[in-house]
């Protein structure tokens, strides 16, 4: 029960539960459960090309070579790439920071190591840079700096666009993304 | 203790335990404080876009100490929309706030210098000329005010005069000292207006108020400082971030 703790969210009442549902009910389950979980703390690893979450020197997404390496997404985190493979037809690549800049935190340009971002633009083919950072104050930031480190290479980048959420209802929408949404506002 | 909405804006927000945030808030009537705003981190949260910096609140808050518990907050108003260099000279602000400004020190007189830095920000002022301005209140509020009328034997500053500023003295005539700051008598003049019109004075301000800034910041370095340096140079091959400090970590 204490190891399930360490998973998010999961309290000692929800722990004690999924405890006695594996060892009582699907011990089969269990095992599997224990398999996979041993194989990923062993050997995931970061890719070596974009840092994304890989069991692979190479995750699946560099490794396939349809698709387009012209475009390049940068992204904080391994989840956000999960969430844009899932939900849009991207097919270029990806480059995950592991963070955001955050100077007020003492992250800056080395500590996420973005000279390897920037070997990466030095390479060539990238022809647009997409900043899906998040629309935070430190995701701003992060992109406003990585849009520097595009337009010095004469690199085009571009910002995701942030508004009104699907199915969102204006009057329930905080006011900031509400002005966000409205300044972003485009010819129909 | 009890506060009930209390003008202030976040300086700065960071991940707390699961659904959590720390908060540095510089509020009006309660200088900095240090709250903990439990549960906003939620998928549906519509509080957290409101915790964000930049953005004017009124936040009321249980308990006090080191760290207060965040009961409620709303807008006070539009969230200021800074975006690249404009931002990160508002996070260069928070940093100094943040560095040099005690917690729950009142300083209303800040936190309106404060706002009309952010608002000088968003409505487009020069960056330059809204941070000297700010930096020049900054050291006002401290306690640390620079005589930009007067010299300092007390005769009126002449604009074409060279003159050397000598912290807790004032201006020297240039000739008389070898210490100090050397700055002319007009831009001492145009920084106490606040009109830094000209990039001769832009570049004595600055020299003069990074001298004080600096006396104050006794050796700690601004992150923010150092993340606007790289940008400038072309962040390749610029140290100004190579050296690590104790406690930089990724995240
Ligand atoms: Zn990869």
């Avoid at chain 1, 089969?28 to 459960?33: N, Q, T």
């Avoid at chain 1, 080395?110 to 647009?128: I, K, M, P």
């Avoid at chain 2, 804006?9 to 945030?21: F, K, P, Q």
């Amino acid at each position: 029960m204490e190891a399930l703790r360490c998973l998010p969210g999961v309290g000692p009442k929800s722990a004690s539960r999924m405890a006695f549902h594996l060892v009582e009910r699907d011990r089969v389950g269990a095992e599997r459960l224990a398999h996979a979980l041993l194989a990923a703390a062993e050997g995931v690893r970061h890719c070596r090309r974009c840092r994304n979450l890989s069991e692979a020197e190479l995750c699946s997404v560099c490794a396939d070579p349809a698709r387009d390496a012209s475009l390049l997404c940068v992204v904080e985190t391994p989840a956000d790439v999960l969430a844009i493979e899932q939900a849009t037809g991207f097919r270029g690549q990806y480059f995950v920071l592991m963070g955001r800049l955050s100077p007020l935190d003492g992250i800056g340009p080395s500590e996420l190591g973005l000279d390897r971002l920037e070997a990466r633009l030095d390479e060539g083919q990238v022809r647009e840079l997409i900043l899906a950072t998040n629309p935070t104050v430190e995701g701003e930031a992060t992109a406003h700096y990585l849009a520097m480190l595009a337009r010095e290479r004469g690199i085009r980048s571009t910002r995701i666009a942030h508004g009104v959420p699907m199915g969102g209802e204006l009057e329930y929408i905080d006011g900031g993304t509400l002005a966000h949404a409205f300044s972003g506002r485009r010819e129909v | 203790m009890r506060v009930e909405l209390e003008a202030a804006y976040v300086l700065h927000a960071r991940a707390y335990r699961e659904t959590s945030l720390l908060l540095e808030a510089f509020s009006l009537q309660h200088g900095r404080v240090g709250l903990v705003a439990r549960g906003v981190r939620g998928a549906r949260s519509r509080t957290r876009a409101l915790l964000q910096p930049f953005q004017p609140v009124l936040l009321s808050w249980r308990g006090g100490g080191e760290l207060a518990t965040l009961s409620g907050v709303e807008a006070a108003g539009p969230a200021l929309a800074l975006q690249g260099e404009r931002l990160l000279g508002g996070l260069y602000a928070n940093e100094l706030l943040l560095t040099l400004v005690a917690r729950d020190d009142a300083q209303p007189a800040l936190f309106a210098h404060y706002q009309a830095l952010c608002a000088a920000l968003a409505a487009g002022t020069p960056i330059e000329v809204a941070l000297r301005v700010f930096e020049r209140d900054l050291l006002d509020a401290l306690g640390y005010r620079l005589l930009l009328a007067q010299a300092a034997d007390g005769s009126p500053l002449q604009a074409a005069l060279r003159y050397r500023y000598v912290a807790d003295e004032g201006a020297h005539p240039a000739s008389g000292v070898d210490d100090g700051v050397p700055v002319a008598g007009a831009s001492l003049l145009a920084l106490g207006r606040g009109e830094l019109a000209d990039a001769a004075a832009r570049a004595d301000a600055k020299r003069l108020l990074r001298a004080q800034l600096e006396r104050l910041l006794n050796g700690r370095r601004l992150r923010t400082r150092e993340l606007a340096r790289a940008l400038l140079g072309g962040a390749r091959g610029e140290p100004a971030t190579s050296s690590i400090p104790e406690g930089a970590h990724r995240r």
